[in-house]
């Protein structure tokens, strides 16, 4: 696998784990929107994931390379 391929997927697995360690402050200003995230940082957010996208790549920014996750207060089934 190239290197930036695994470059790309190490830097998505610490926004995953970012994620999860801030879902409760997430929940307070994204709740039930998606979030686009990278660096460890929220970078766009909607309610709608296909104006999310969009918004995305207005501004240049590959959705593909970054994580892409709904943010909701309710609580996660299994």
Known sequence: ????????LNEVDADLVWFKDNMDSLKVSYD?????ISDR???DANRDV???????K????????????F????????
């Open 1 to 8: 696998m190239p290197e930036h391929v695994i470059d790309l």
């Open 41 to 43: 940082k929220v970078v």
């Open 32 to 36: 039930g929107m998606f979030v686009a």
């Open 50 to 56: 296909e104006k999310l996208l969009k918004a995305l």
């Open 71 to 78: 943010v909701s207060s309710l609580p996660t089934i299994y």
């Open 58 to 69: 207005s501004r240049n920014l590959n959705p593909g390379n970054m994580l892409i996750q």
